[in-house]
């Protein structure tokens, strides 16, 4: 992309601040000044009084319309990225859960392969996302008991690979921690989750904070109530109102510094989906499985008790910081060209940019 884009007539709305009228102007995929002129050699586009933000990360998604993390060919994958942008969402960690080490293999692979086949205007892969197979059978969710790996080094030695960014892990099953230390040594990030672990083992990471893990106790509080009080660990959070009750929303936000939250879609396949219960899906047994939403529809949702300044720090600039991004995650100059319109009245996008590349 050689011509300079200029976004005017918008209002640049930053995670966490108040939003501001300004133009951004991009050039070749960057954020190269946020200006009140108009240069005469750019490309204007009207942005009609939207307002402007960084592109959504959803570092937790199984998927999504046809297309299953678990079993989707490289070509269903490469499709999927491409009607991301229109969510909002510029930028994903593909997530695998419990499999057969094969298959997860095979995944990986696949994932690998899409990513270097996607075109400019799809949404980014950032790294692979594993829930499970390590994790404890006690709490296994959705997740195939028979499949599930007991953490050790050499269970995760059959899958590993480079493209594993984050990791989910049930502590109490890791003996002397030799995995989580392994891991740690590979700059992957461990999240505690789908555990019966009294405790966080010194990880900074919760996997969908309140689901699929002991319940909160007075007497045996557990990881949920480490996760609340310690400032510096991050916590995901599935905010469709299905996993989580408005109030438990409440309670996190109320609890946690505004850095430290991180709201995930959780979203599945909508195919072979055949029970749901309003935007969540469940199994046969009644028990929820996923979300069918994505991350602007968990804004959309949560928008009525929830600044928006604040709900893009928990779906934008935190898992951006959480996942290492230093370009990503605010409209500044020098940033990635990752930029989302909305209609400020509804919170509809209207337009999305990936790499500065329009998706309107």
Known sequence: MNTFTLITNGYIQNPGREKVRGNVL???????????????????????????????IDQHIHGGYD???????????VKFL????????????????????????????????AKAKLPENAAKIIGINLEGPFINPKYKGA???????????????????????IITIAPELDKNLELTNYLKDKGVIISVGHSAAENLHGLKHVT?????????????????????ISDDVYVEVIADHNHLHPDIIKLILRTKPASKVIFISDCLATTPITIKKGDAAINEQGNLIGSLIFLDSVIRKNAGMVD??????????????????????????GMDADIVLWDEATLMVKAAFVNGNCVC
């Open 26 to 56: 991009v050039h070749k995929g960057k954020i190269v000044d946020i200006t009140e002129d108009i240069p005469s050699n750019a490309k204007c586009i009207d942005a009609q009084g939207c307002i402007i933000t960084p592109g959504l």
């Open 308 to 333: 928006f300044k604040d709900l893009l720090m928990y779906c934008s600039s935190n898992p951006a910081e959480n996942l290492g991004l230093k370009h990503a995650g605010r409209i500044e100059k």
């Open 208 to 228: 969908h904070i309140f689901n699929a893990m002991e319940p909160l106790h007075h007497r045996n509080p557990g990881i949920i109530r480490e996760a609340l």
């Open 143 to 165: 997740h195939a008991k028979e499949l599930t790996l007991t953490p050790t080094v050499q269970n995760y030695q059959q899958i590993e690979s480079d493209e594993i960014k």
């Open 82 to 113: 491409t009607q991301l942008p229109k969510h909002g969402i510029t930028a994903i960690c593909p997530t695998i859960m419990t499999d057969t080490p094969d298959n997860i293999k095979t995944q990986i692979s696949n994932i690998i392969q």
């Open 67 to 77: 297309c299953d993390f678990n079993t989707a060919d490289v070509d269903t994958i």
